[in-house]
């Protein structure tokens, strides 16, 4: 398992690179690769697929600010790494009496 993530430096999202980057070490015990990337860019990348993203044109990052939550970034690898669907989001309920 090899994470890459593609950051915007001018941005401000250097440090979120990094924090990012400890957890999915933590979390999956993967190799992370972090690395400078396009102007308002924030991608993560698994495998060599792209996995979460700040998304959009050139044009339309200008006016988005800011890179997704860390939370929807994990919960979106997650999702991309579940074995069945549902593994990493749903909470399988009592059977009713």
Same mark, same amino acid.
């Given at each position: 398992?090899?994470?890459e993530?593609? /950051?915007?430096?001018p941005?401000g /999202? +250097?440090g979120? *690179? %990094? $924090?990012?980057? =400890? !957890?999915?070490?933590?979390? @999956?015990?993967?190799?992370?690769?972090?690395?400078?990337g396009? @102007?308002?860019?924030? $991608?993560?990348l698994? %495998?060599?697929?792209?996995? *979460? =993203?700040?998304?959009l =044109?050139?044009?339309?990052?200008?006016?988005?600010?800011g *890179? #997704?939550p860390?939370? !929807?970034?994990?919960? +979106?690898?997650?999702?991309? =790494?579940?074995? !069945? #669907?549902?593994? *990493?989001?749903?909470? #399988?309920?009592? !059977?009713?009496?």
């Open positions: 398992m090899k994470f993530i593609f /950051y915007c430096r941005c /999202y +250097a979120r *690179a %990094d $924090d990012l980057a =400890t !957890e999915l070490r933590e979390r @999956f015990g993967a190799e992370v690769a972090v690395e400078e396009k @102007f308002g860019q924030f $991608d993560v698994l %495998d060599g697929e792209v996995v *979460a =993203t700040k998304g =044109t050139f044009w339309r990052r200008m006016l988005a600010h *890179a #997704p860390q939370s !929807e970034i994990l919960a +979106a690898i997650e999702r991309h =790494t579940a074995v !069945e #669907p549902g593994d *990493a989001c749903e909470i #399988p309920r009592p !059977e009713e009496a």
